[in-house]
Every structure is written in structure tokens, then in C-alpha cells.
């Protein structure tokens, strides 16, 4: 998984599928370590710093954000598919095929994390196919809605006893809309949408 404070850099504009499957997987990891470092810095309030030295807690966090990784590409590759079907004509179906092979691609780089196992990341990978082919039974929605459906699997990943945990879901959940919206942002001012889409199409075609 990218290197997290890597994200800060500035990025170069999005002009082929290459440079596209290196933003989803980049802010599909932002988006979830993100929210996870953040959460269990505020949960853990003045102990932070003690917390984030236990080697127990570590391996917490690794876990979490290796499970929480997939949900990330889903959410990421949802608003990215929105964008470019302005592009796609009638093949919006033909689009997301393309764009979930690019996605699916991108998961396969990465070997098992040890922290989560061979079972659970196959099943982690059927999962996500599943929900990429899902995207396109409903029209594209607005950036701030797409967590919605995922936003309870990603607050129960995170690395902080449920009983801890107390009322932040409601936290969590604005956390991923407001996110969203700016990597939304990010995106429609980097890619030539209409060139990336028809390169996805270029092989249907």
C-alpha cells in the first residue's frame, strides 16, 4: 500500500489508465488509513503516543488497514466510474468492466497481508468484484452519498474495542462524505476524463 504521507505531494495530471489506477489505489489508501490513524489518535486521547508504540495496537492498525483497503478501492473506483460515464455514451456497462479489471489489477499487486491471511483476502477480493459490478445499477451519485452503503463495515474495522468505541459512528461517517468530496474535487481537476474513458473502451472497441 502507498506510503501515506506520500499522498501530500503534488500530484501530476491523469491522462491513461496507468496514472488512473495509481490515484484509486493512492486515495483508496489515504481515505482508510486516514480515517483509521485519525480515529484512534482522538479515541485515545493523551495516551495517543503511548498507544501507537505498543506492538499489540500495531498490529491492530495493520490489520484494520489492510481489511478496510478493499472498501477504499470500491469507494474510490464508484466515484471514478461516475466521472468518466459522462464520457462512455451507451457503453457506461462496457466502461466499468474495463474499469474493474484495472481495479481488480491494481488489488493483485499487493500479497497476502499476513495480518489478515490467504482466506480472508481471496474473500476480500470476491467482495470487491462483487461491488464493482453493482455500480452501475443505479445512476452515478453525488460524492458525498457513495459512502453510504459502506460506511458501518469501515467504522466496525476500526482498531478500537467496540465497547470503546462509544456513539462516533455518525463522526466516521462524515469523515468518508467530506473525504470523498475533495478526492471528487482532486480528480474532475487532474483527469482529461474523455481521454482516459475512451482508452478503457479502446479494447471493447
Not at 480515517?35 to 493523551?46: D, K, L, M, N
Not at 452503503?149 to 466516521?172: C, K, T, V, W
Not at 462524505?177 to 474532475?188: A, F, K, P, S
Request: charge should be neutral; charged fraction near 25%; hydrophobic fraction near 45%.
Amino acid at each position: 500500500m502507498m506510503d501515506f504521507f506520500a499522498f501530500f505531494r503534488r500530484r501530476p495530471p491523469i491522462g491513461d489508465p496507468v496514472a488512473l489506477a495509481t490515484f484509486i489505489d493512492e486515495n483508496a489508501a489515504f481515505l482508510v488509513q486516514k480515517g483509521i490513524y485519525e480515529y484512534s489518535r482522538a479515541r485515545a486521547g493523551h495516551y495517543a503516543k503511548v498507544l501507537f508504540r505498543e506492538e499489540a495496537f500495531l498490529r491492530a492498525v495493520e490489520q484494520s488497514r489492510w481489511r478496510a483497503y478493499p472498501l477504499g478501492l470500491a469507494l474510490i473506483t464508484e466515484l471514478t466510474e461516475g466521472i468518466l460515464s459522462r464520457h462512455a455514451g451507451h457503453d457506461r456497462g462496457l466502461l466499468l468492466d474495463a474499469l474493474s479489471e484495472l481495479v481488480l489489477a491494481v488489488f493483485d499487486r499487493y500479497p497476502v497481508p499476513p495480518t489478515v491471511g490467504a482466506l480472508a483476502w481471496n474473500d476480500a477480493r470476491a467482495e470487491l468484484a462483487r461491488r464493482l459490478a453493482q455500480i452501475t445499477l443505479h445512476p452515478p451519485k453525488w460524492a458525498k452519498d457513495i459512502p453510504e452503503p459502506l460506511a458501518e463495515s469501515y467504522f466496525n474495522l476500526m482498531p478500537i474495542h467496540e465497547q470503546l468505541r462509544g456513539p462516533d459512528f455518525p463522526a466516521i461517517r462524515n469523515y468518508l462524505r467530506v473525504t470523498m468530496c475533495n478526492i471528487h474535487d482532486e480528480l474532475t481537476k487532474r483527469i482529461d476524463a474523455q481521454a482516459v474513458a475512451g482508452m478503457l473502451r479502446a479494447p471493447a472497441d
